[in-house]
């Protein structure tokens, strides 16, 4: 007898499934979904952020004007949407002077300070002469263009309807 006659056909193995993969792929995945999360959190957060700046950019411009009144609430409310607004809505005069300066680079604070600090003393004052409004909206112009922004306080509603409501 011959002992290759015993010898069975080769069969090849069954085929190796793709799922479920394994823990590390699933790590990996977990990672890259992450990532892409809060990179387009960020940017989303970021768009906003020149939304608000356009839109006071756009109103301060519009109109040369404004009172100096006027100058300040367009300012502050810009403001709420970078900052805390328990940091910005109780601040008056020199304080709201120095919190503004405190955002800007030191090469835009002196300027920042020799056209609004006129202004932000004169405006809680009773007057019917509004002299420093052309300087303070130049300030104002300024403090937008060149602040720090870094906070994250960027809230969903930065739209336009919430700039008439302040």
């Known amino acids: 007898m011959d002992p290759l006659e015993q010898l069975k056909g080769i069969h090849l193995p069954e085929q190796i499934h ?3 993969i394994s823990i590390g792929w699933w790590i990996i995945l977990i990672i890259i979904v992450t990532v892409i999360t809060v990179i387009t959190k ?3 957060n970021k768009r906003q952020l020149f939304k608000v700046q356009k839109q006071a950019l756009t109103a301060l411009n519009s109109d040369n004007q404004l009172s100096t009144e006027q100058i300040l609430a367009q300012l502050k409310w810009a403001c709420m949407h970078y900052f ?6 109780a601040k008056h005069g020199e304080e709201l002077l120095n919190f503004f ?5 030191p090469q835009h604070q002196l300027e920042f300070r020799a056209k609004a600090a ?3 003393i004169q405006c809680y004052r009773k007057s019917s002469v509004d002299i420093y409004a052309a ?3 130049q300030a104002a ?3 937008i263009q060149n602040a720090q922004l870094v906070s994250s306080n960027i809230s969903t509603k930065a739209t336009g309807k919430e ?3 302040d």
């Open 18 to 20: 793709h799922w479920p």
């Open 42 to 44: 960020k940017v989303i």
């Open 84 to 89: 805390k607004r328990s940091d910005v809505a």
């Open 101 to 105: 300066i405190s955002k800007l680079d």
């Open 118 to 120: 006129d202004a932000l």
């Open 135 to 137: 300087d303070f909206q």
């Open 141 to 143: 112009l300024l403090w």
């Open 163 to 165: 700039q008439g409501n």
